[in-house]
């Protein structure tokens, strides 16, 4: 007779929407604990699974959340790695995407799944989208296909749709509906049954251990052109001190203004080895700086193109990248490559 393993899962509470009770009595809302969590969602005993938690104490509204928070994460998970099938990460909607990101370059060589889910309403409330989403990001933590995890990747779980975590944003603060990946399709959907999408689902070397990663960077900065940017701003964000790498986002398919003042500042910041990443403005599609005349002179000053990556990942990415000592070359090279899937990159 062959015996089955019970599904173990690691549920992950950093803090957030999705962890607060409403005390009766008050009114206020309060963080929630493990007692509070089978209250309200007493389906979870209806798994035939091994469900521990842990609870970051005091708990992080996610606007907090720091690449400290990250590593904090990347250890829980790597000392429990082997005891569990599959790990579920409660957070703030407001930089889970930043989260998700950073975790899926943190954690080399994933066999296993990461799920971040949360809410927008919290979990003691009548209306709450926090119990599907949790229930269901349980359920594809714990999933198997021939016996290998069905995700084995960092991912998001938000409304029915399981997104790539690096690629995907929050596009709404007010539906549930809050995540979109818009250039890469969903892994999975979830309805009546949960349907996956194998073709699009990394898949793991198993003969490589997990390798995790914590050191992270943060000089780098953001810098999004609109129409009428002025020279001192764009020349103050440059000349940072200790600046390392920025993030432009820029219109349309990679473009800029035709300014000579602009594309300067852009050759000296890149002499001096600055490295400057161009991302959309857009939610959806890709740069591509040979399209166009306001393109091609960001890639002719040194600028390099992010692709169709998001925002989030470029920004921690790069963190990522610097924090771990590469040279600018290397770095430049990376920034190019699909470390874990962040990026469609035509050849």
Same mark, same amino acid.
């Given at each position: 007779?062959?015996?089955?393993?019970?599904?173990?899962?690691?549920?992950?509470?950093? =803090?957030?929407?999705?962890?607060?009770?409403?005390?009766?009595?008050?009114?206020?809302?309060?963080?929630?604990?493990?007692?509070?969590?089978?209250?309200?969602?007493?389906?979870?005993?209806?798994?035939?699974?091994?469900?521990?938690? %842990?609870?970051?104490?005091?708990?992080?509204?996610?606007?907090?959340?720091?690449?400290?928070?990250? &590593?904090?994460?990347? #250890?829980?998970?790597?000392?429990? %790695?082997?005891?569990?099938?599959?790990?579920?990460?409660?957070? =703030?909607?407001?930089?889970?995407?930043?989260?998700?990101?950073?975790?899926?370059?943190?954690?080399?060589?994933?066999?296993?799944?990461?799920?971040?889910?949360?809410?927008?309403?919290?979990?003691?409330?009548?209306?709450?989208?926090?119990?599907?989403?949790?229930?269901?990001?349980?359920?594809?933590?714990?999933? #198997?296909?021939? =016996?290998?995890?069905?995700?084995?990747?960092?991912?998001?779980?938000?409304?029915?749709?399981?997104?790539?975590?690096?690629?995907?944003? #929050?596009?709404?603060?007010?539906?549930?509906?809050?995540?979109?990946? +818009?250039? %890469?399709?969903?892994?999975?959907? &979830?309805?009546?049954?949960?349907? %996956?999408?194998?073709?699009?689902?990394?898949?793991?070397?198993?003969?490589?251990?997990? #390798?995790?990663?914590?050191?992270?960077?943060?000089?780098?900065?953001?810098?999004?052109?609109?129409?009428?940017?002025?020279?001192?701003?764009?020349?103050?964000?440059?000349?940072?001190?200790?600046?390392?790498?920025?993030?432009?986002?820029?219109?349309?398919?990679?473009?800029?203004?035709?300014?000579?003042? +602009?594309?300067?500042?852009?050759?000296?910041?890149?002499?001096?080895?600055?490295?400057?990443?161009?991302?959309?403005?857009?939610?959806?599609?890709?740069?591509?700086?040979?399209?166009? =005349?306001?393109?091609?002179?960001?890639?002719? &000053?040194?600028?390099?193109?992010?692709?169709?990556?998001?925002?989030?990942?470029?920004?921690?990415?790069?963190?990522?990248?610097?924090?771990?000592?590469?040279?600018?070359?290397?770095?430049?090279?990376?920034?190019?490559?699909?470390?874990?899937?962040?990026?469609?990159?035509?050849?």
């Amino acid at each position: 007779m062959m015996i089955t393993k019970t599904p173990s899962v690691l549920l992950i509470y950093t =803090g957030g929407t999705i962890g607060m009770i409403q005390n009766p009595e008050t009114g206020a809302l309060e963080n929630f604990n493990f007692n509070h969590l089978l209250k309200h969602v007493p389906e979870l005993k209806k798994f035939n699974y091994h469900i521990s938690t %842990y609870q970051f104490e005091p708990p992080i509204d996610s606007s907090d959340m720091e690449p400290q928070a990250w &590593a904090k994460l990347v #250890k829980i998970i790597s000392y429990n %790695y082997d005891l569990y099938d599959g790990f579920v990460i409660l957070h =703030g909607t407001d930089t889970m995407a930043f989260t998700a990101s950073a975790l899926s370059f943190m954690l080399e060589n994933l066999s296993k799944p990461v799920i971040l889910t949360g809410s927008q309403l919290p979990i003691g409330m009548l209306r709450t989208d926090g119990k599907e989403n949790l229930i269901t990001a349980i359920e594809i933590a714990a999933a #198997k296909i021939d =016996g290998k995890a069905a995700v084995p990747e960092v991912c998001i779980f938000f409304e029915n749709h399981l997104m790539r975590g690096n690629r995907t944003s #929050k596009i709404n603060a007010e539906n549930f509906n809050a995540f979109r990946s +818009f250039n %890469y399709p969903p892994l999975a959907k &979830a309805g009546i049954h949960i349907k %996956y999408e194998p073709s699009r689902i990394l898949k793991p070397d198993e003969g490589l251990p997990l #390798k995790p990663h914590y050191l992270f960077d943060t000089n780098v900065v953001i810098l999004n052109l609109f129409p009428g940017i002025q020279e001192s701003i764009v020349s103050a964000v440059l000349n940072a001190p200790g600046l390392k790498a920025v993030v432009l986002k820029t219109f349309g398919s990679g473009n800029a203004p035709q300014k000579e003042w +602009f594309i300067q500042a852009l050759k000296d910041a890149t002499s001096r080895g600055i490295i400057i990443v161009n991302v959309t403005q857009c939610t959806s599609g890709a740069v591509q700086m040979e399209r166009y =005349g306001t393109g091609l002179q960001l890639l002719q &000053a040194g600028v390099i193109s992010g692709y169709d990556s998001t925002l989030e990942c470029a920004i921690t990415k790069l963190m990522f990248l610097l924090g771990h000592g590469f040279s600018n070359k290397e770095i430049r090279f990376r920034m190019t490559k699909s470390l874990a899937g962040e990026i469609t990159k035509e050849e």
